[in-house]
């Protein structure tokens, strides 16, 4: 157990629908990351927050958008979504976003869009 | 730009076989770490190794050891006396200094059958 959490596991909506899926860091952390792997594209970096505050931005389309709360939990929010968005979906954290800090990730949300 | 290849898709061997899963990366910083991630099919990633560019010395953890030459841009896995447990997708993946964004770039990810 990573002591990461995600929730839900799986969601599954309809095309032009908006979901939201949140992300428990381990305790301590400060950074959280999301990532989103799929057979096309493989794993790929969205953003990072560092305590509330965006830190770095990737490849992350503007349908999509996320935040990290006071309490330090991250929510990443997806609208009008096409069946492409067909992912799952990782968060990840660690203790404050250097270089050499490992990520520990959670089990991932897995989002089905029909 | 940073890059990891990992050219193998997948791979299949029997149990108690060795087996190496190459590993290239670029880039252009001087300072970077580098790592491996296990995806059991379970889903998770669990990390396994991290390794600063500036230590070479290759490293053994059990059945585990990593191959690091930074003169070939290669970090390679070999898992001796494979079991039907370590059966997952492995990525490679390279995280540059925070000046360039530090964020995680991963490789394809090998497949890794392990038959009894």
């Known amino acids: ?114 | 730009a940073q890059k990891v290849t990992q050219a193998q898709t997948e791979i299949s061997v029997v149990e108690k076989e060795d087996v190496t899963l190459d590993c290239v990366y670029e880039t252009r910083d001087t300072t970077y770490y580098l790592f491996w991630y296990k995806q059991p099919p379970s889903g998770e990633l669990v990390f396994l190794i991290r390794r600063n560019s500036f230590d070479e010395q290759n490293e053994i953890s059990g059945r585990y050891s990593w191959n690091f030459q930074k003169s070939t841009s290669s970090f390679n896995f070999t898992i001796t006396a494979s079991q039907v447990v370590d059966s997952a997708v492995y990525f490679c993946a390279l995280r540059p200094p925070e000046t360039s964004g530090s964020r995680l770039t991963f490789g394809e990810g090998t497949q890794l059958t392990v038959n009894p």
């Open chain 1, 1 to 114: 157990d990573s002591g990461v959490t995600q929730t839900p596991k799986h969601l599954i909506t309809a095309t032009g629908q908006r979901v939201t899926l949140r992300c428990s860091p381990r305790s301590g952390d400060l950074s959280v990351y999301w990532y989103q792997q799929s057979l096309d594209q493989g794993l790929q970096f969205l953003i990072q927050y560092y305590n509330g505050e965006e830190r770095a931005k990737g490849n992350i389309l503007e349908r999509f958008s996320a935040q990290q709360f006071p309490d330090l939990h991250s929510e990443l929010n997806l609208s009008s979504l096409e069946l492409g968005d067909s992912a799952l979906y990782f968060c990840a954290s660690s203790v404050g976003g250097s270089t050499n800090e490992k990520l520990f990730f959670g089990s991932g949300t897995q989002l089905s869009v029909l």
